[in-house]
């Protein structure tokens, strides 16, 4: 008896091994302090996926001019946003995301940086599109976070350290994923319609990872690229006119808004809506609707949403924002837009 018991531990211990192994991933990261001895992105990238117990490998910047590493890497992380990237090295890039690999693609604040074109040009590779809008200096804050980032697997509400940032939007290929004020500075990109199944990354400021200020949100983005663990439900708003002004009696406007889910199943959410005053708090819900549904690879007709301003509120900038997911902590995906209040 004890021999058969030796034996099957010896077993379960051989098979626990064996799945460790196959879980353990190889993170080519490619480095940043050629450029500035100061931009560490590389090492710290290496200790989080090191951290995580997969093995990270920082490579100089030409390991890019040919696609020799592609096999047996898990993830390729681009950790300087703003090192040049030649053309050859723009399409191993690509060369490596559509055979399947998932990328973390740093990008900054200049839209025209050479890591910001081939994040354009990844996202048309999914069949998609996306265009840089603008840039915005200083420290962006609060800057949201939503989508499997913000929750696998740790929780995590917002960045600190988000210094200077381009804002973009993109397709239905796209999913936002850091947010602040009525602009995004943060997203995945992965094939909604043709079959594949990758993912792709980027965030528009390199600041918060040089500086360490969150491993747990690199963590996130690790364990998500690696699981191509997109969030699928995304929620958009515009305003059907001119920009919002309200009077100082008060008064109502109206903006638009849809969900989208991009999965093959259905997805059961809540939708409800918070307004950030000119302090920078949030009050509400002033609306939630729980239990909504959303059938497979659907948009959901657009709504109409009327809102009310006391005349009593103060003078200055709002935001209000319509979240998706479970209420009040799951925030799946959401979108913003921006009233001036006289």
Known sequence: MNAIFRRFTLTVLLVLVSVAGIQAANVVIIESQSWNATHVMDNNWAAVVTSMGHAASIQPQTTLDTPAFIAGTDLLIISSGEIPLSVTRQNIIRQAYSMGMPVYLQTEANPLFDTNQTWVSLVNDDGGNFAWNGSVSGTLTPMRVTGTVSNTPNPVNQVIGFQDGAYGTGSQEVETLFHYGDQEYGWYSHPVFTGAINLSATTSD?????TLTDPTLMENFVDNLLNR???ELQVRLWIPGPPIIVPAAGGTYTFNGHAYNNSANPFIFDVWSMIQLPNGNLIGPQWNLTGVTLPAFTTSPTQSINQNIPG???AGTYFQL???????GLR???DTIRFVKL
């Open 332 to 334: 799946t995906n959401l």
């Open 206 to 210: 390199q600041e918060w990872i040089r």
């Open 322 to 328: 319509v979240t998706v997911g479970g209420y009040p």
């Open 229 to 231: 663990n997109a969030s």
């Open 312 to 314: 009593f509120a103060p």
